[in-house]
Each structure stands twice: as C-alpha cells, then as structure tokens.
Nanobody, 115 residues
Framework: QVQLLESGGGSVQPGGSLRLSCAAS????????MGWYRQALGNQRELVAS???????NYADPVKGRFTISRDRGKNTVYLQMNSLKREATAVYCC?????????WGQGTQVGVSS
C-alpha cells in the first residue's frame, strides 16, 4: 500500500508564492513519474507539471517559467514551487505517483489566490 501526504497549500495574494510537497510512503518500489495535477471548481483535472525518474520535466503552458517541479529520490518526495501566482491558479492540487504500471493519487491540497 502506498500513501501520499501532501502539504503546502494555502491562500496567497496574486503574485505570491507557495511550495507544495508530496511525500510517498509505504510499499515504494521504483517510482517512475511524479507529478502534480489541479482541478478548479467546475473544471476538469489538468496536468500542472511532472518529472520522470530520469529528471525530464514537463510543464503545462500556463505555468511555464513560474512553476518548478523537483523531486528528492531519497525522500520519495516531489515538490512544486509556484511563483508569481495568478488567480486562475486557484484549485485543488493533487500529486500523482507512477510506480510499476499503477498510479497513486494524493488527497489534494487547496490553493487559493485572491486579493
């Protein structure tokens, strides 16, 4: 069994920053891709950023240049540094961990951007 513990969400003003963390624990074997998705109210879930086991990063166009994804292999943790946040970033952010052909999802952490 795999558990994902997310943290770092909160409320910020436009232009602010937040750093999300997602730590995987339990039966961890050869994590492949780790990523962050978000779902705003009334919208479908969308990929924000992902990073492969080889360090290849992928970003959604709206966040390029402002968000940075990173991972700590030793801690089985993925981070999402979000800078210059815009109102449209308001959503529930969930981490996704791919391992041995399966995907595991966190519970989600709320991010709110408003003045």
């Amino acid at each position: 069994q795999v558990q994902l513990l997310e943290s770092g969400g909160g409320s910020v003003q436009p232009g602010g920053s937040l750093r999300l963390s997602c730590a995987a624990s339990g039966s961890i074997f050869s994590i492949n891709t780790m990523g962050w998705y978000r779902q705003a109210l009334g919208n479908q879930r969308e990929l924000v950023a992902s990073v492969t086991s080889g360090g290849i990063r992928n970003y959604a166009d709206p966040v390029k240049g402002r968000f940075t994804i990173s991972r700590d292999r030793g801690k089985n943790t993925v981070y999402l540094q979000m800078n210059s946040l815009k109102r449209e970033a308001t959503a529930v952010y969930c981490c996704d961990v791919g391992m041995l052909g399966l995907n595991y999802w966190g519970q989600g952490t709320q991010v709110g951007v408003s003045s």
